[in-house]
């Protein structure tokens, strides 16, 4: 298996723009997961789907942020519109349902908003 | 006050020598705690995951203990090697689904040098 595949790996952008970033998550995983990390903040989970559902999306941190699952092979995180402090790595995993299996994270997405 | 506290923020050793790092935790109730290894530049990597039953947990030359009734975590490296330089970061999930509510560490920095 490729593993979890996130695209672009590098984004730059302007502020007040869309931004789209996009995952695909092992197959046969039910359990997909976006993060964002900063030196400032660490490791944050924004949100997270069982079977393309979203159960817990308590750390978005506001309405700019939206994430959707169609289908189980693909996910997206959507800024709209971005600001600087947007700026950081995001990382797609995905994982089998319980709780205590092992995420596989993908490489990230690093996101720079001028 | 981040309720997953990790020591030292980073340190350096020499090749061939062990190291412990350490977190302690304040999230209740406890579901599982998981380490994770993340090197510059790539997303995070399970190293282990262990319930409340579950005092230690090895994963090659890694060695993670949990002693719930303190809220304390360690992981040891046995005989680091210049591949080990990275992040380890510490992750604590709360309540009755291991994926809800994850408290995240800022992680200890480790550098091997030869």
């Known amino acids: 298996d490729a593993g979890v595949i996130q695209s672009p790996r590098h984004e730059v952008t302007e502020m007040g723009q869309e931004v789209t970033l996009r995952c695909k998550p092992i197959?046969?995983?039910?359990?997909l997961f976006w993060y964002r990390q900063t030196m400032m903040r660490g490791l944050e989970l924004l949100i997270y789907?069982?079977?393309?559902?979203?159960?817990?999306d308590s750390g978005m941190p506001e309405d700019r942020f939206s994430a959707k699952m169609p289908n189980a092979s693909f996910s997206t995180l959507k800024i709209q519109p971005s600001e600087p402090r947007d700026s950081a790595v995001y990382f797609c995993?995905?994982?089998?349902?319980?709780?205590?299996?092992?995420?596989?994270f993908g490489p990230g997405t690093r996101l720079t908003v001028l | 006050k981040n309720q997953v506290e990790q020591s030292p923020q980073s340190l350096i050793i020499l090749e061939g020598k062990n190291c412990t790092l350490q977190?302690?935790?304040?999230?209740?109730?406890?579901?599982?705690l998981r380490w994770y290894k993340q090197d510059t530049g790539r997303g995070p990597v399970s190293l282990t995951i262990?319930?409340?039953?579950?005092n230690t947990k090895s994963n090659g030359r890694y060695t993670a203990t949990l002693d719930a009734d303190t809220k304390q975590s360690s992981l040891h490296i046995t005989a680091s090697q210049l591949s080990d330089s990275a992040s380890y970061i510490c992750?604590?999930?709360?309540?009755?689904?291991?994926?809800?509510?994850?408290?995240f560490g800022k992680g200890n920095q480790v550098v091997v040098i030869p």
């Open positions: 977190c302690n935790y304040t999230v209740s109730p406890f579901s599982n």
């Open positions: 995993a995905s994982t089998y349902s319980t709780g205590t299996d092992t995420q596989y």
């Open positions: 992750v604590v999930s709360a309540g009755r689904h291991g994926n809800n509510r994850l408290a």
């Open positions: 262990m319930t409340f039953s579950e």
């Open positions: 197959s046969g995983h039910n359990s």
């Open positions: 789907f069982n079977n393309n559902v979203p159960i817990d």
